[in-house]
């Protein structure tokens, strides 16, 4: 079925434990930093989600639990119908049908290793092909990523935007259901970033591939996703299709986050269009009710008292937020 999620997580937490540093006697108790707090979401076969926040909002970690890096404090991973999480996974089964593109090339990608390799490692590891096997999906990794199928280098021989379709090759090449994209034009160039957008929607059509995406860009969550997440402090705050949530923001993050990126008019030396007042809390000791609440104009007493759960305020657009009806006519 078309609808039906590859990946789904149920109440997601994952929390790491602060240490006590240097006082041993500390007495009030052990600490841990929300990461993921409390997420659920699904990515339909085929399509894109994006997972959009600022720097520290959690989304990052969010990725890295999905696919086992770190495993999570409690909750559900469902992928491609069987839950994974815990104990319940079988790495191997689960990497040749999951893949991630991190956002750093360079820290992705051995250095004293020819690229050729670094693409078949996975292939001999998770598939047990042959090296002539390995040769061939190789060479078709190569091409399908725009690169030469006899490009024998290594990483310090490659620009930024190659090294980037090195690693890209090299998670296509097991023919995954789903790749966990992590920032994966950030480190680029402008010219190059477009470049590499359309290479990854090119790649989804031809090999039927669902995407999560993590980035902090939304103008490359617009062009890319068909649905976006909106993830602050550790929560998901806003969810739904992709131009309903950008056009019509209804959560004052989403909105804020929306309006505070740069436009592209070089007549506005105005580059920004707002700014989200305030500081990103405490993802040990974060604020009690909504977490935005502190930062937010529209907050009142219950803001602060009650955390709001994620309502469908239209079709397949949910917020969660006291007081949606005062953002409604915002535009």
């Known amino acids: 079925m078309a609808n039906e999620a590859i990946l789904k997580t149920v109440n997601l937490k994952k929390y790491f434990p602060v240490g006590a540093g240097f006082n041993p006697f500390r007495r009030d108790g052990q600490k841990y ?15 894109t989600v994006a997972v959009v926040g600022e720097s520290g909002c959690g989304k990052s970690t969010l990725a890295r639990t999905v696919i086992l890096l770190t495993e999570p404090t409690s909750g559900e991973v469902y992928f491609d119908g069987k839950r994974i999480d815990g104990a319940r996974a079988n790495p191997k089964e689960v990497y040749r049908n999951m893949q991630m593109v991190f956002q750093d090339p360079d820290s992705s990608l ?21 090296d002539a096997e390995i040769k061939s999906i190789v060479r078709e990794s190569l091409l399908s990523v725009g690169l030469p199928p006899d490009f024998e280098r290594y990483p310090r021989q490659l620009s930024g935007g190659q090294k980037q379709r090195v690693a890209i090759a090299r998670a296509i090449s097991t023919h995954p259901k789903l790749v966990i994209l992590d920032e994966p034009t950030s480190a680029l160039d402008a010219s190059v970033q477009a470049q590499i957008l359309t290479l990854l929607v090119e790649l989804q059509k031809k090999f039927d591939l669902s995407y999560m995406l993590i980035t902090h860009n939304i103008a490359v969550a617009k062009y890319l996703a068909d649905t976006v997440a ?7 705050v806003e969810y739904g299709p992709t131009l309903t ?56 007493a219950i803001c602060s008292q009650q955390a709001p759960t994620l309502e469908e305020i239209s079709p397949s657009h ?14």
């Open 33 to 47: 930093v929300h990461a993921v707090d409390d997420v659920s979401l699904s990515i339909p076969r085929g399509n």
């Open 230 to 236: 909106v993830m602050y402090s550790g929560k998901v």
């Open 245 to 300: 949530v950008i056009d019509r923001p209804r959560h004052p993050y989403t909105m804020a986050l929306i309006r505070s990126a740069p436009i592209p008019d070089p007549w506005n030396r105005n580059l920004l269009q707002t700014e989200i007042r305030g500081e990103v809390p405490s993802a040990i000791n974060p604020p009690s009710g909504c977490r935005f609440n502190p930062r937010c104009p529209y907050a009142e």
């Open 110 to 130: 051995d250095p004293k290793m020819a690229i050729t390799r670094s693409i078949g490692e996975p292939l001999r590891e998770l598939m047990n092909y042959s």
């Open 318 to 331: 949910f917020v969660a937020c006291h007081f949606t009806d005062k953002t409604a006519d915002v535009t």
